[in-house]
């Protein structure tokens, strides 16, 4: 595409960061419902398995509210049926969409903002375990995606943000917030090329 500055190179010392795969966005019934996430969903996971047989580390990011929302500030505020996501609410939406499941030792990041590195200790928690590029898949791609992707350049790793392991409302959104990402913040890699540089 043109004017998309030149990918980043090699992958050093990665880690995969799963943002938001939680059953909000995935049953067909959940509060955010996207219209088509199974290949993203089964994205997510491939990227996840090719993770743990490397060895490199695997985090999960996730919105967490208490029960009277009182720190969800503006956010909850802008999309008041984020309050699925508080503490005591019906319907487990904020569960991590099955069959994806966190493992002992992963790391599971507790935040209240679209970004996985604001307010959160994500980006010491990665500097301490060796962590230099991070592989971005979740949803949505032009909300929690896009701004976890934009903090990791700011904290001064690496991100790359997997097409076919993300996913949003429409396709259009989709792809016209991935020519920005790949513009502005990180490299945009299909599948495959995630899977080989995990492995390699």
Same mark, same amino acid.
């Given at each position: 595409?043109?004017?998309?500055? %030149?990918?980043?190179?090699?992958?050093?010392? %990665?880690?995969? =960061? $799963?943002? @938001?795969?939680?059953?909000?966005?995935?049953?067909?019934? #959940?509060?955010?419902? &996207?219209?088509?996430?199974?290949?993203?969903?089964?994205?997510? #996971?491939?990227?996840?398995?090719?993770?743990?047989?490397?060895? *490199? %580390? $695997? !985090?999960?990011?996730?919105?967490?509210?208490?029960?009277?929302?009182?720190? #969800?500030?503006?956010?909850?505020?802008?999309?008041?049926?984020? /309050?699925?996501?508080?503490?005591?609410?019906?319907?487990?939406?904020?569960?991590?969409? %099955?069959?994806?499941?966190?493992?002992?030792?992963?790391?599971?990041? !507790?935040?209240?903002?679209?970004?996985?590195?604001?307010?959160? +200790?994500?980006?010491?928690? =990665?500097?301490?375990?060796?962590?230099?590029?991070? !592989? !971005?898949?979740? $949803?949505? +791609?032009?909300?929690?995606?896009?701004?976890?992707?934009?903090?990791?350049?700011?904290?001064?790793?690496?991100?790359?943000?997997?097409?076919?392991?993300?996913?949003?409302?429409?396709?259009? =959104? *989709?792809?016209?917030?991935?020519?920005?990402?790949?513009?502005?913040? /990180?490299? $945009?890699? @299909?599948?495959?090329?995630? =899977?080989?540089? &995990?492995?390699?």
């Amino acid at each position: 595409m043109t004017g998309i500055p %030149p990918r980043s190179g090699r992958v050093p010392r %990665p880690a995969v =960061l $799963v943002v @938001d795969m939680v059953r909000a966005y995935t049953e067909p019934d #959940g509060p955010f419902a &996207l219209p088509d996430p199974g290949p993203a969903l089964a994205g997510c #996971g491939a990227l996840v398995d090719a993770a743990r047989t490397g060895g *490199h %580390p $695997v !985090v999960w990011a996730v919105v967490r509210y208490p029960a009277d929302l009182a720190d #969800g500030g503006l956010f909850v505020r802008k999309v008041p049926a984020r /309050a699925v996501f508080a503490e005591g609410a019906t319907g487990d939406w904020g569960a991590i969409a %099955p069959p994806l499941t966190p493992v002992p030792g992963e790391t599971v990041v !507790v935040r209240r903002y679209a970004s996985a590195f604001l307010g959160t +200790t994500l980006a010491p928690a =990665l500097a301490t375990a060796g962590v230099a590029t991070l !592989v !971005v898949c979740g $949803v949505p +791609t032009s909300g929690c995606v896009r701004a976890s992707a934009a903090d990791a350049r700011a904290a001064g790793f690496r991100p790359l943000v997997v097409r076919d392991a993300c996913t949003d409302r429409t396709v259009g =959104l *989709h792809e016209g917030n991935l020519a920005d990402i790949a513009a502005t913040c /990180a490299d $945009v890699v @299909d599948l495959g090329e995630a =899977l080989a540089r &995990l492995s390699g």
